[in-house]
């Protein structure tokens, strides 16, 4: 089993569209979570991390965390034409960005 | 200010070869890592340094890697020989010593051993 699954896709939707990304975890000793997102030909670029259950908002990025259900989420109001690319979530058992396991990463279409 | 910076972008190889990747991290950040993402799977931790020293190393796959950071600075990756499942792409990412809650990737070097 892997400690981390992501669907990996892929997912279309119409501009404008609330986007909802899921992961779960079996590790309960995760306790940092962070979405990436990942152009073509490109390296993964951080959106959000938080350290806690709950809710983290950035513009039309919010991410939240339930940590009691191992279940972790990306959601992207208003989306744009620009969003389209894939989204990565990972985790780290330690307070920061070391020894990330990722998961598959979601292939995301937004349709103009 | 420059990202993290990997040569080649892309290298084709024939099974048994050397290929030997390289690491420009962010001035100025001490920690690098190397990550590496086969067909088809997640991207997975190969290793990590702290300036010069080798911090964790457990996801190297087997003694054909091998990873050096001379001087604190760039890193390189050599596959020796390289086999076909060595096949992907190989990230490297840095960030700072003690404001770690960011690491910052690399475009990849995208590894194909036919």
């Known amino acids: 089993q892997k400690e981390v699954e992501q669907d990996p896709g892929p997912l279309s939707v119409p501009e404008g569209a609330i986007v909802s990304l899921n992961c779960t975890y079996s590790n ?9 997102r990942q152009y073509s030909r490109k390296g993964p670029e951080l959106l959000m991390y938080t ?7 950035d513009g039309r990025f919010t991410a939240q965390v339930d940590k009691s259900s191992k279940y972790i989420s990306l959601f992207i109001r208003d989306s744009q034409p ?13 307070r920061g960005a070391q020894k990330l396991v990722f998961g598959q990463g979601t292939r995301l279409t937004i349709n103009p | 200010e420059a990202g993290v910076t990997q040569f080649p972008s892309h290298s084709v190889i024939e099974k048994g070869q050397t290929v030997t990747l390289r690491c420009d991290p962010i001035s100025g950040h001490d920690n690098l890592y190397w990550y590496r993402r086969v067909m088809g799977k997640e991207i997975k931790f190969l290793l990590h340094f702290v300036k010069e020293s080798k911090q964790d190393e457990s996801g190297m796959p087997n003694n054909r890697f091998l990873a050096e950071r001379t001087g604190g600075t760039y ?40």
């Open chain 2, 75 to 114: 890193s390189t990756l050599k596959v020796q020989p390289a086999e076909l499942e060595d096949s992907g792409v190989y990230f490297c990412a840095s960030s700072q010593l003690f404001r770690n809650t960011e690491a910052f990737f690399g475009q990849g070097t995208r590894l194909t051993v036919v």
């Open chain 1, 28 to 36: 309960s000793a995760f306790q940092y979570f962070m979405w990436y």
């Open chain 1, 51 to 57: 350290y806690s259950s709950g809710n983290k908002e």
């Open chain 1, 82 to 94: 620009s969003d389209s690319a894939t989204y990565l979530c990972a985790m780290s058992p330690s």
